[in-house]
């Protein structure tokens, strides 16, 4: 049984940071691809930023140079570091971790960003 556990959301006024944390536990092999997804409200879930193994990384336009994707593959743990916030990043973020044995997804943690 594979778990994906995240932390790090919460309440931060724009400009400010926050950061994320996904740590997957159990039978978990072959780690390819880490992601996280943001979801706004009454929106789609949609990629933010991912890292391939090997440490390729992917970022949508409206994060890069603001939020840095990385990993510990030590603790296959996710880590999204999330600098000058804004209001429209307000939302619920979801970590994916693809694997040989299958795709997992994490329960979400909420990102709120007050102007």
């Known amino acids: 049984q594979v778990r994906l556990v995240e932390s790090g959301g919460g309440l931060v006024q724009a400009g400010g940071s926050l950061r994320l944390s996904c740590a997957a536990s159990?039978?978990?092999?072959?780690?390819?691809?880490m992601g996280w997804y943001h979801q706004a409200p009454g929106k789609q879930r949609d990629l933010v930023a991912s890292?391939?193994?090997?440490?390729?990384?992917n970022y949508v336009d409206s994060v890069k140079g603001r939020f840095t994707i990385s990993t510990d593959n030590a603790k296959n743990t996710a880590y999204l570091q999330m600098n000058s916030l804004k209001p429209e990043d307000t939302g619920v973020y979801y970590c994916?971790?693809?694997?040989?044995?299958?795709?997992?997804w994490g329960q979400g943690t909420q990102v709120t960003v007050s102007s």
């Open positions: 890292i391939a193994r090997g440490g390729r990384t």
């Open positions: 994916r971790v693809q694997a040989i044995q299958g795709d997992y």
């Open positions: 159990g039978s978990i092999f072959s780690i390819n691809t």
